[in-house]
């Protein structure tokens, strides 16, 4: 999760769910629940893109929401590995 919050955090605008997959290497299975439960709890917001000249079907786009980089700037920064090399924390999903 915190990958998924630091992709978040370090996009200058909001950023396409898969791109935030390839970028973590995290399962679109995963990454895509993810992002649902951030946004019931209002640390994410999406939208769809403006229709473009681009083929496809348009994009829905992920950012943070105020509260949302406050929460991910302290879990992210909580979670950096300690001196010895391991998590200073266990982040659990439920």
Do not use: F, H
């Amino acid at each position: 999760m915190v990958d998924v919050l630091g992709c978040l955090l370090g996009a200058d605008e909001a950023i396409w769910g898969l791109n935030i997959s390839a970028s973590t290497g995290r399962p679109t299975g995963t990454v895509y629940p993810l992002l649902v439960r951030l946004e019931q709890e209002s640390l994410v917001k999406s939208g769809w893109e403006a229709a473009n000249d681009r083929p496809g079907p348009r994009r829905r786009l992920y950012a943070l929401t105020p509260a949302g980089q406050d929460w991910a700037g302290k879990l992210c920064t909580a979670a950096t590995p300690a001196r010895s090399g391991r998590p200073a924390i266990r982040v659990v999903v439920a």
